[in-house]
């Protein structure tokens, strides 16, 4: 087994188990719930990941475990759920260009 991985096997069967039951609840629930099944699946992948994280990632999974919480609470206000998610799709651009070359190639 790959020392490199992120989750353990049972952790990864919980995320999937998150994953598939929520895309059934989907069926029946708003269509606002989807974001909120997503950002719970992100925000239990981050905590699985922060023990092993590299440093390149450490900032990001801490923030989004700081930030998921407070975001399932502005659910019912579209524009500030919409403006965290904006919010949180820079932070994961941000965190790609950190383990990619293209941060190192910029000015």
């Not at 895309?23 to 029946?28: C, L, N």
């Not at 759920?81 to 910029?106: G, I, N, P």
């Amino acid at each position: 087994m790959s020392e490199n991985w992120v989750l353990k096997e049972d952790e990864a069967v919980e995320l999937l188990a998150l994953l598939i039951t929520s895309a059934r609840i989907q069926m029946e629930e708003p269509a606002q719930y989807g974001p909120l099944r997503l950002l719970t699946a992100a925000e239990r992948l981050s905590g699985m990941m922060l023990e092993r994280a590299s440093e390149k990632s450490l900032a990001f999974l801490q923030e989004n475990i700081e930030r998921i919480p407070d975001m399932h609470m502005t659910m019912s206000d579209v524009e500030a759920y919409r403006a965290a998610l904006d919010e949180r799709c820079r932070a994961v651009a941000a965190c790609l260009l950190r383990h990619s070359s293209l941060s190192e190639a910029a000015p």
